[in-house]
Nanobody, 126 residues
Framework: QVQLVESGGGLVQAGGSLRLSCVASGRTFSVYTMGWFRQAPGKEREFVAAITWTGGVTYYADSVKGRFTISRDNAKNTVYLQMNSLKPEDTAVYYC???????????????????WGQGTQVTVSS
């Protein structure tokens, strides 16, 4: 397995921006699709975004499309989530995760990811 460490969360006003980072250990980071998920209090974990190993294809939840951008730098073993126009409903703990077998039809399923970070808190005030 790989170790994932997220950072960049914090408190921001509605309409503001944050950039999350996820650094992965290990030498095989570049061959995996990576994803971001989030979990708000009292709610189930939900898919946010994913990016293929080349960075050429990205996937987004409808709720964040047009506001969030996922990217990666394989030389730095890092995946990013740029979050703009934040809303109070974006408040959650955000997790990055490694996809174990990339299939477009299931890229949004948490069960397709085998390694998870500890999460970083994002709080958006109204």
């Amino acid at each position: 397995q790989v170790q994932l460490v997220e950072s960049g969360g914090g408190l921001v006003q509605a309409g503001g921006s944050l950039r999350l980072s996820c650094v992965a250990s290990g030498r095989t980071f570049s061959v995996y699709t990576m994803g971001w998920f989030r979990q708000a209090p009292g709610k189930e974990r939900e898919f946010v975004a994913a990016i293929t190993w080349t960075g050429g294809v990205t996937y987004y939840a409808d709720s964040v499309k047009g506001r969030f951008t996922i990217s990666r730098d394989n030389a730095k073993n890092t995946v990013y989530l740029q979050m703009n126009s934040l809303k109070p409903e974006d408040t959650a703990v955000y997790y990055c995760a490694r996809n174990i077998r990339f299939r477009p039809s299931t890229v949004r399923a948490g069960s397709e990811y085998d390694s998870w970070g500890q999460g970083t808190q994002v709080t958006v005030s109204s």
